[in-house]
């Protein structure tokens, strides 16, 4: 197939058409990034400044926790949650002695407090 120009006289003249005028958004001022940039910083250090000052005081919690407990037991290992729901693991064993007889401590008690497999019912 081959395509033919049509005769001068068939074709129609077009009436120009109005371009449409495209929004322009204004340019970023050369101060928007900076101040971004700025508040970002400030969100992000506040951030962890408030993260450090919560972990040193639960750091110091656990310190006061494992002496009052280190007054009673010569070795233990402490695991929990605290209110917040975050972790929380104690290892106090000073000899290589008191961290062998600690996991071996664990395992009986895993093996004690495992539940048995549950058995299908017979029919």
Do not use: W
Not at 52 to 67: A, D, I, Y
Not at 101 to 120: A, C, E, N, W, Y
Request: net charge positive; with cysteine; glycine share 4%.
């Amino acid at each position: 197939m081959y395509m033919a120009e049509k005769d001068d006289k068939s074709s129609k003249k077009k009436k120009p058409t109005r371009s449409r005028r495209k929004k322009v958004e204004p340019e970023n001022v050369p101060g928007d990034d900076e101040y971004l940039k700025k508040q970002i910083t400030e969100a992000l250090q506040a951030n962890l400044t408030d993260y450090v000052k919560r972990k040193n005081l639960s750091q110091k919690q656990v310190t006061v926790l494992n002496s009052f407990i280190e007054e009673h037991l010569s070795c233990f290992i402490l695991l929990g949650y605290t209110v917040d729901g975050n972790t929380l693991t104690v290892v106090n064993a000073s000899t290589q002695k008191d961290s062998d007889s600690l996991g071996t401590l664990m395992q009986k008690f895993i093996v004690r407090h495992l539940d048995p497999p549950q058995l299908p019912p017979l029919t």
